[in-house]
C-alpha cells in the first residue's frame, strides 16, 4: 500500500505533476483530490514554504511516529486536551 494514502481506500496515485489537471473551480479540484493522491517520489521532490502563517514543519517520520503513538494509546486530540485541561 503506497504509505501517503493508508488512510483512504481506492485512491489514484499521481506520479507525476503533468497529470494535474487546470482547475475551473474550488469544487472541481475538491473532487479530483478526493480521489487521487501523491505519490512517495512526488511528495520527497516538494520543497518546504516558509511562511509565518503556516505551522512548523515536522518530519514526516515524527508526526507517523507520533500517530502510531497515539493509535496504540487509544488516546485521541479531544482526551488529550480534556486530560491537560482538567489537570490545570
Known sequence: MNKTSRFAT??????????????ATEAEEADFWGTHTLSDELLEQASHIEDPLLPPRVPRSDS???FRLRLRSG????????AWTTSR
Request: charged share 25%; glycine share 4%.
Open 75 to 82: 488516546c485521541g486530540p479531544s482526551q488529550r486536551r480534556s
Open 64 to 66: 507517523r511516529s507520533a
Open 10 to 23: 481506492n485512491l489514484i496515485t499521481v506520479h507525476s505533476l503533468d497529470d494535474v489537471p487546470d482547475f
